[in-house]
């Protein structure tokens, strides 16, 4: 029985490499729908970007909305030095012919929420949490018909990228991050501590391309974009790939371990805005809230998303 998500996202090529994991794997997961959301790049780009990787995939069908063009309480910080100025630079891509939904992404999530049964839907937030922040507040009653919140965001052996202290999902909307995290809905987070091992090194790179595939070739033009960033930064060897690991955790948990632990969003702080403080070592008293992942199988998960990319 496939599971029924929503991928809330800002793309970004790992965003891209992300929903192409998903549409790979249509056995474990039946996608319900894309909502786009500001974050690497202006909304009207990240929407634009999740119709042009469903079209790298051949899937024109899918549902594509526009969701919040800005953070709750903060004005948007993008991303474009890690993303190039389109958010998907690399491979060349024509403007998508699929038509954007004209539901606004954040009713589709409530009014999905509603109408499937109860406890049977997955989100997959890629991006900062303005969209499912926004869809809480508006509608209280869904918190308890989300079957699981599986995102990628926050950091704490890692510390941060965006800031010393925080990871860029979570600086962008932290009042967002907040409101999610204290929701009570089951929440699995992979934040950079598991991100920054699954590294595109030039051999996993090669992999991607020596699939012979249009699709197979788009992913590897996009690491080869954005690796630069984060070779040159971290002197690393090779881009992490951040949020196909949500999607692989679908399709295979065991790829992963982490804690269940008590994670809180710091909201007031100029200094450390958006910082996860992850009780990994359990010395307060406050509730988990969350599976905070720590660690993954590099080798593991690099062998799925080739072998499922391979199929498109
Ligand atoms: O910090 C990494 C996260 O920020 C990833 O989701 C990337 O796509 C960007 O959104
Ligand atoms: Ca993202």
Redesign the pocket.
């Known amino acids: 029985m496939p599971r029924k998500i929503i991928i809330d996202t800002?793309p970004?090529q790992?965003?891209a490499v992300a929903i192409l994991l998903a549409l790979a794997s249509p056995e474990e997961i039946e996608l319900l729908g894309i909502t786009a959301v500001a974050?690497?790049v202006p909304l009207d780009l990240t929407a634009k970007n999740a119709r042009k990787v469903c079209e790298v995939a051949g899937r024109a069908d899918v549902k594509v909305f526009a969701g919040c063009d800005r953070p709750l309480a903060h004005t948007l910080v993008t991303?474009e030095h890690?993303?190039g100025k389109t958010g998907l630079d690399g491979p060349d891509l024509p403007e998508p012919a699929m038509p954007l939904q004209d539901q606004h992404g954040v009713d589709f999530i409530i009014d999905t929420l509603r109408a499937e049964p109860f406890g049977t839907v997955t989100l997959c937030p890629?991006?900062p949490l303005t969209n499912i922040a926004t869809a809480l507040q508006k509608a209280p009653d869904i918190a308890e018909k989300v079957q699981e919140i599986v995102l990628?965001?926050g950091a704490y052996f890692e510390v941060g990228?965006?800031t010393p202290a925080a990871?860029?999902?979570i600086y962008v909307d932290p009042e967002a991050a907040e409101i999610v995290f204290k929701s009570g809905i089951p929440i699995v987070v992979m934040p950079?501590d598991v991100?920054h091992k699954a590294l595109v090194t030039a051999a996993r790179n090669d992999a991607f391309r020596a699939l012979g595939t249009d699709p197979g070739r788009v992913v590897a033009e996009w690491t080869d974009f954005f690796e630069r960033f984060d070779k040159e930064k971290y002197g690393s060897a090779g881009a992490p790939l951040?949020?196909p690991t949500v999607i692989a955790y679908l399709i295979r948990p065991e790829l992963f371990t982490g804690r269940h632990v008590n994670v809180e969003i710091e909201t007031q702080s100029d200094l450390t805005r958006g910082m996860t403080v992850a009780d990994w070592w359990r010395v307060t008293d406050r509730a988990p809230n969350a599976m905070f992942m720590g660690d993954l199988d590099a080798d593991g998960f690099f062998a799925l998303l080739t072998e499922r990319i391979g199929r498109l």
């Open positions: 800002d970004g790992d965003d974050g690497n991303a890690v993303h890629l991006g990628m965001g990228n965006i990871e860029f999902n950079l991100t951040h949020d």
